[in-house]
């Protein structure tokens, strides 16, 4: 009996023992967990930018926008910004520029977020022939030739076509899809009762050396630069450009008042063809507005662009150049 009694008394013992090892043990697991929740927490994005000066709000908006992303490293190793988050509103916003545009906000104050973007995306920030970037021939109908984008002197296009006398002056080459198109482009407006004709085109490295330079010796630099390319700065030199004009009207300055500029301003891009450098545009394009020098990208971008209203500079640093990276 008195062996029962003190087996009874040894197990509430145990029992006593095993329920404070099971409380102290949940007990840690709580504390665990949440040291643990904590430790993850530090870990993230949105706790790193609190840590950097965001509020939550902006934590939370950045994370979002850039899905949590590695993009968010380069935010943390700037001082805090929250001009960032009003920038990353813009539709054509490239990451890779950040830093540019907060540098372009910093000494154009009254530039707006949607311009400081298309000027930095178009490399507008830097100076004329001052950034070179060889222009990449094998996008083919999608290079880009300007101001920034260089071909080589070497370049020609591969398959050059004269344009028939019936579209063109004579020795008037363009590539061959280019041609396709505006020939094309061209039945298409003579039934508009619109009869274009094309007066320059494919222009090799030569060619607009002499331009240039024969120019540039007569009225200097400066004045060279404000009327002509530099060689190889030359859209023509790419064989997708075109100075098109209406028969009967053949002037630069009158062009932009002609039905046929209001009819290819409305229907070009349907054959591929676009406006390469539009009225007020010149602080993206870098070029005086040019109603006759149209360009041909071809049916996909050309819609883009003339959908969205932007200028070849700016779809090229997006849809192109952003979209490789
Ligand atoms: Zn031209």
Same mark, same amino acid.
């Given at each position: 009996? %008195?062996?029962?009694?003190?087996?009874?008394?040894?197990?509430?013992?145990?029992?006593?023992?095993?329920?404070?090892?099971?409380?102290?043990?949940?007990?840690?697991?709580?504390?665990?967990?949440?040291?643990?929740?904590? $430790?993850?927490?530090?870990?993230?994005?949105?706790?790193?930018?609190?840590?950097?000066?965001?509020?939550?709000?902006? %934590?939370?908006?950045?994370?979002?926008?850039?899905?949590?992303?590695?993009?968010?490293?380069?935010?943390?190793?700037?001082?805090?910004?929250?001009?960032?988050?009003?920038?990353?509103?813009?539709?054509?916003?490239? &990451?890779?520029?950040?830093?540019?545009?907060?540098?372009?906000?910093?000494? &154009?104050?009254? #530039?707006?977020?949607?311009?400081?973007?298309?000027?930095?995306?178009?490399?507008?920030?830097?100076?004329?022939?001052?950034? +070179?970037?060889?222009?990449?021939?094998?996008?083919?109908?999608?290079?880009?030739?300007?101001?920034? $984008?260089?071909?080589?002197?070497?370049?020609?296009?591969?398959?050059?076509? #004269?344009?028939?006398?019936?579209?063109?002056?004579?020795?008037?080459?363009?590539?061959?899809?280019?041609?396709?198109?505006?020939?094309?482009?061209?039945?298409?407006?003579?039934?508009?009762?619109?009869?274009?004709?094309?007066?320059?085109?494919?222009?090799?490295?030569?060619?607009?050396?002499?331009?240039?330079?024969?120019?540039?010796?007569?009225?200097?630099?400066?004045? =060279?630069?404000?009327?002509?390319?530099?060689?190889?700065?030359?859209? &023509?030199?790419?064989?997708?450009?075109? +100075?098109?004009?209406?028969?009967?009207?053949?002037?630069?300055?009158?062009?932009? +008042?002609?039905? =046929?500029?209001?009819?290819?301003?409305?229907? =070009?891009?349907?054959?591929?063809?676009?406006?390469?450098?539009?009225?007020?545009?010149? $602080?993206?394009?870098?070029?005086?507005?040019?109603?006759? &020098?149209?360009?041909?990208?071809?049916?996909?971008?050309?819609?883009?662009?003339?959908?969205?209203?932007? #200028?070849?500079?700016?779809?090229? =640093?997006?849809?192109?150049?952003?979209?490789?990276?």
């Amino acid at each position: 009996m %008195a062996k029962k009694m003190k087996l009874k008394k040894e197990a509430k013992k145990f029992g006593g023992i095993a329920i404070l090892i099971l409380c102290i043990l949940i007990i840690s697991c709580i504390f665990g967990i949440k040291t643990y929740r904590e $430790y993850k927490y530090k870990q993230t994005y949105e706790y790193k930018l609190i840590e950097h000066g965001y509020s939550l709000e902006n %934590a939370k908006k950045l994370v979002s926008y850039f899905k949590n992303s590695s993009k968010i490293d380069s935010i943390l190793s700037i001082s805090r910004n929250e001009k960032i988050l009003d920038l990353i509103k813009e539709k054509y916003y490239i &990451h890779n520029h950040l830093e540019r545009y907060l540098a372009y906000l910093d000494t &154009h104050k009254d #530039t707006s977020y949607k311009d400081v973007v298309a000027i930095v995306n178009v490399n507008r920030d830097y100076d004329f022939y001052e950034h +070179d970037i060889d222009s990449k021939t094998s996008d083919n109908e999608l290079l880009i030739v300007n101001k920034y $984008y260089t071909l080589n002197a070497d370049f020609n296009p591969e398959n050059l076509v #004269t344009i028939n006398n019936q579209y063109a002056y004579e020795n008037n080459q363009i590539t061959e899809e280019a041609n396709d198109a505006y020939v094309s482009m061209w039945h298409a407006a003579k039934e508009a009762g619109i009869q274009l004709i094309v007066n320059s085109s494919y222009r090799n490295y030569q060619d607009q050396e002499d331009v240039y330079n024969s120019i540039k010796q007569s009225k200097g630099e400066r004045e =060279a630069d404000k009327v002509a390319a530099r060689p190889g700065h030359s859209e &023509h030199q790419s064989g997708l450009a075109i +100075d098109v004009f209406e028969i009967h009207n053949q002037l630069t300055g009158t062009f932009q +008042d002609s039905p =046929a500029y209001a009819w290819l301003k409305e229907n =070009a891009y349907l054959y591929g063809y676009i406006e390469r450098y539009p009225e007020d545009k010149e $602080y993206l394009t870098g070029y005086s507005f040019e109603s006759w &020098h149209w360009r041909y990208v071809g049916l996909e971008a050309a819609k883009v662009i003339h959908e969205e209203g932007i #200028t070849y500079d700016e779809y090229y =640093a997006y849809y192109i150049e952003n979209q490789a990276e």
